[in-house]
């Protein structure tokens, strides 16, 4: 079946060193999601990405979707003790009734 | 906008009893809705989609008879955990999406922390 991998699984920086994540998937995607979970809470949705090739900026996260459209990237510049917490892929596919398969999940952990 | 409500955030039971999950769509209606499962520091595993008026859909592995999904509205989704075991407890998350809110993903219930003993 499909399965989207990501890496790193744990990433422990200093705050104001960058971050990124990558989220590689089996199949092409209709589009892929990025999701933060705060320990001890719920996935709260950050950004959808569905164009081929496209980059999206909210401030400091960068977030890309390869040409192939099955693989991503989560970049975080110059990171901040507020932005602990895991991030998650998702990804759907055209067939699949628009159901989300995550990614394993990339736990970040920031020393001040 | 696009809220989601899901009930109780905890729950207690003892082992052998049914323990009944809520998930509500506030401010919009979700023909579709899905329910995850979460083991500590590990990611979502989807369990099941729950189409509102007919039969959910699980996904391999799930039991049908161990986790009974209604979907008897447009806003409503219940998750029954029945004969509950130990092996059962875990965190609980329900999901939809608001079709009218374009590129926007999915909104996630708060969670359910289920704990058999």
């Known amino acids: 079946g499909q399965q989207v991998m990501q890496i790193p699984q744990y990433q422990h920086v200093q705050e104001g060193e960058d971050f990124t994540t990558y989220c590689n998937s089996s199949?092409?995607?209709?589009?892929i999601q990025w999701y933060k979970q705060r320990p001890g809470g719920h996935p709260v949705f950050l950004i959808q990405?569905?164009?081929?090739?496209e980059v999206k900026k909210q401030k400091r996260l960068t977030f890309q979707f390869g040409e192939a459209k099955k693989n991503s990237s989560l970049h975080i510049t110059a990171t901040q003790t507020t932005d602990v917490g895991t991030y998650f892929c998702?990804?759907?596919?055209?067939?699949?009734?628009?159901?989300?398969?995550f990614g394993q999940g990339t736990e970040l952990s920031v020393k001040p | 906008g696009a809220v989601v409500s899901q009930h109780p955030s905890r729950v207690i039971c003892k082992s052998g009893t049914s323990v009944k999950i809520e998930c509500r769509s506030l401010?919009?209606?979700?023909?579709?809705m899905f329910w995850y499962r979460q083991f500590p520091k590990k990611s979502l595993m989807l369990m099941a989609t729950?189409?509102?008026?007919?039969?959910?859909?699980?996904e391999q592995g799930v039991e049908k008879d161990k986790f009974l999904i209604n979907h008897a509205s447009l806003t409503l989704s219940t998750l029954t955990v029945t004969s509950a075991h130990p092996e059962d407890s875990s965190f609980y998350i329900c999901?939809?999406?608001?079709?009218?809110?374009?590129?926007?993903?999915?909104?996630f219930g708060s969670g359910t922390r289920l704990t058999v003993v």
């Open positions: 998702a990804g759907t596919t055209g067939n699949q009734g628009g159901k989300l398969i």
């Open positions: 199949t092409t995607l209709s589009n």
């Open positions: 999901s939809a999406r608001d079709r009218g809110r374009g590129n926007y993903g999915y909104t």
């Open positions: 729950s189409n509102e008026g007919s039969k959910a859909t699980y």
């Open positions: 401010d919009f209606q979700a023909t579709t």
């Open positions: 990405l569905v164009k081929s090739g």
